[in-house]
């Protein structure tokens, strides 16, 4: 599928976005995602709020992800299969976009396979990872999987790798594509592929967990594939705040003075202020950088007055140091790219 969407957008680009959403919709349901995940996937692909009606259910979820209630924006698109129906819905637009007939025609086929096997357990954590979900049917969920009392967090994982087997999963599609979110009591120590351990706590933070563990599983890599969200201490609130921005969002003025300096190469060297100050920072003092670097010390020294005035802070001090840290985890996260 990947060799034909590369060999089809070289030809006809159009035609190879709507076999990128043919591939995507087909991750979903051969990971047995469920219907709410499908439906946000709709919303997210789409850009438009997206609904479906099962059964007499209505879900409805904004494109951030977010569940919908109350009077529907005018239909920009509609298919249907059977008795269910999927839409697009958009505020002030009447011509659909060029790739929404094909997003409500596959947002509705899957959720309806979905919801025809749709499994208890499966069923159970979603509920609970829906934040927005009805809490006495999540404190039911919580209890038929055996998890009222007990310290949970969510793993986050590719759906494209191995399960890790540590709990019920489900695929969740978010705004950084198809995860594997499993709920487990006992992560996994060592694993072998890019894993995301949430923050633990009772049932009724797994939501935030799950964020957590999004989170974790972007700053995870080679050569350790495994990242614990709790590592980050409170890093961790700047960096869900972050996530909770727009996309798009202009980065923190502090991440944006990091993209300045590594913008920022002395003439005389390829390497850039970031670098310099990422080893001023890690060893604690200009000689100790300048030997990391294989720089004299006194080219260091004289780049730092520079790099300073772009930050606007010195690393240097104790409340420097945190902000520095802080602002280069910002930015990993906001440079992270998952398959």
């Known amino acids: 599928m990947h060799q034909l969407v590369g060999r089809l957008a070289a030809v ?31 919303a997210v692909l789409s850009g438009a709020t997206a609904g479906v009606a099962l059964d007499g259910r209505v879900l409805r979820f904004d494109p951030e992800g977010r569940a919908q209630g109350g009077p529907t924006a005018p239909v920009v698109a509609a298919h249907e299969v059977g008795d269910a129906s999927g839409w697009l819905e958009r505020e002030g637009e009447g011509e659909p976009h060029a790739n929404d007939a094909i997003i409500v025609e596959r947002m509705t086929l899957a959720a309806t396979t979905a919801h025809a096997r749709r499994q208890p357990a499966t069923a159970s954590a979603e509920l609970l ?130 993209l300045v300096l590594r913008d920022d190469h002395a003439r005389d060297d390829r390497r850039d202020l970031l670098t310099t100050m990422d080893a001023l920072v ?37 409340l420097g140091r945190m902000r520095y840290t802080a602002a280069r985890q910002l930015l990993a996260l906001r440079e992270s790219r998952l398959p």
């Open 282 to 318: 890690e060893h604690g003092s200009v000689r100790a950088a300048a030997v990391a670097l294989g720089m004299h010390h006194s080219t260091v020294q004289a780049r730092l007055p520079r790099a300073l005035d772009r930050l606007g802070y010195d690393p240097r001090s104790t």
């Open 12 to 42: 006809d680009p159009q035609a190879g976005e709507s076999l990128k959403v043919i591939e995507f919709f087909d991750t979903l349901t051969t990971g047995q995602a469920g219907v709410p995940a499908i439906v946000r996937a709709g």
């Open 129 to 258: 990872l829906d934040e927005h979900a009805d809490p006495e049917a999540r404190a039911r969920a919580a209890g038929a999987l055996r998890l009222t009392g007990a310290s949970v967090a969510v793993v986050a994982t590719l759906p494209t790798d191995p399960d890790p087997g540590c709990g019920p999963a489900v695929i969740v599609a978010t705004r950084y594509g198809v995860l594997r979110a499993s709920l487990t009591v006992d992560p996994p120590a060592s694993p072998a592929h890019p894993t995301g351990v949430g923050v633990a706590g009772g049932w009724e933070t797994l939501p935030r967990s799950w964020r957590s563990a999004v989170v974790a599983l972007r700053l995870s890599g080679s050569p350790h594939p495994l990242f614990r969200a709790q590592d980050l201490g409170v890093v961790l609130d700047a960096a869900l705040a972050a996530d909770a921005a727009a996309p798009g969002a202009p980065p923190h003025p502090d991440v944006a003075a990091l």
